[in-house]
C-alpha cells in the first residue's frame, strides 16, 4: 500500500500489476486449479477466484461487484476473469447494477460450477 501512486511511468505500473496478478497466476495452472467459496465474495474475493478452472460454492455464498459504486474499475483482473466465465454481458450486468448474486444465481449464469451439499 505504500506504493500506492507512487509510480512515475503508469504504464509501467499497469504491466507490472499485470503480470503479477494472482488472477493470472491461479488462471495458469489450469485444470489444477480449484477454489472453494463461502460467504461474501466481493470485489477481487471474486475476481481472483474466478480465474480457476473449477469454482465450487457453498449455498451461503454471495457474488458482487460494487466496484463501480464507488468510483472504482475492478482492479484484481475482473474484467477478465469473471468475464471468461460468464460471458462479457453478464459481466456488465453485475459491475453496472453493483447487485447481489446468489450460489444458485451464480450456478445459473456460470460464476460456479456447484454447489456444496454443506
Known sequence: LPE??????LAMAHVV????SCARALHSL?????VLLHGA????GLEVPAAAH???ASRDAWFQLPELQMGLIPGAGGTVSVSRAIGRHRTAWMLLSGKRVTAPQALSMG???TITRQ
Open 111 to 113: 460464476l460456479i460450477h
Open 41 to 44: 465474495c466481493i470485489g477481487s
Open 4 to 9: 500506492f501512486g507512487s509510480a512515475h511511468d
Open 30 to 34: 489450469g485444470e489444477r486449479a480449484s
Open 17 to 20: 500489476r499485470t503480470l503479477h
Open 54 to 56: 473449477y469454482r465450487v
